[in-house]
């Protein structure tokens, strides 16, 4: 613990002269505000002359430039530092900063009901061992508590660093150690599978952070066993953009604005059993069509025609024809199924669909 306190002298370096000024009597004090008389944190102590003596202002800066693994050890200091550690405010901007891009609302639900379970089980262990204290014939009271905190006297203590389940630093943790499954999409599944160039595949992630990749698990294709894949990299993950479940049809409400130019992603399965995929394609001009800008008339028609250019001119999975109307699900058992669409609205988008165009066209 004294080395803690010694490195966060370096923070200084992060800091304007303006704040500094404030406060440079107390940084040189931090050297040796730790008074280590045991290795167990309820022995830790610290000294009057420690980093709880800076202004408000000045120790609410130190947290904030301090990292997520820092911030982890100072809250198991003492109480104090402890609620100021775990505070959510604290950590809202490094799971912005690290997971935003790739947590979406199923992930949050996900992370809720995890935390109801963990309740229900903490309540329930409660409730089974003021149960066994009621059986006792006497009232015993080191039987109590022994039971309810264990005659160590330091379990108090024990757990000092442990945050609120429901903080925002929980949910950091769990996802840093790997422990919490959450839902996304993976691009190019299966190690870029030929079977799956330029499309993204609901999955369960977890995080391994000696690597800094994911390991995937996908949903059951019918009656095959679930998928697995490890090593799967930040670039090829992204967050769900619909709520709908990969089995389900996602209602297209686009397909009056479609023209062609116009890039979309598009559910496509091999068969009934099978889950969900998502595609990326381009809308195309119809064959009556001259492809004259000032003269089409194709975002007028009843059809609208479907291209996947990753695919060779005369390849079966080139183009697809469906109804503006009445689209539902068009397809068979042989070429599959084409469920819902999703019109690609912002430049982010087509690019992250374009950062895995195929070196060579498929057939």
Known sequence: MHCLFISLLSLASLFTTQVLELFPKMLNKLKSTVKVEDIALSKIEINEDSILDLPELALEIVLEKLPPDSLTILAC????????????HLWERHMKEKWSSILGESAANEWELHIKHLMATKEKNVKEKNWMVSLACAPISWIRSLIECGDDSKSANRNLHQPEVNSIMSFYGALESGKFWFPAQVFNRENGHV?????????????????????????PHGTKPVKTEDGVKWDRVRAPLVSTPSHDLHISDCLKDLSPGDHFEIQWRKNKEFPYGWWYGVVGHLETCNQTEHFCRCHEDDNVVLEFKQYSRGSRWRQMVISRKDHREKGDETDGFYGGIRKLKTDDEIKMWRRFWPVEVLE
Request: aromatic share 16%; glycine share 2%; hydrophobic share 25%.
């Open 195 to 219: 079977g799956f160039v330029l499309s993204c595949y609901d999955a369960h992630l977890s995080y391994d952070r000696h690597t800094n990749t994911f390991f995937a698990r996908y949903p």
């Open 77 to 88: 200091v003492c109480t104090s530092l402890r609620e100021r550690c775990t505070s959510n």
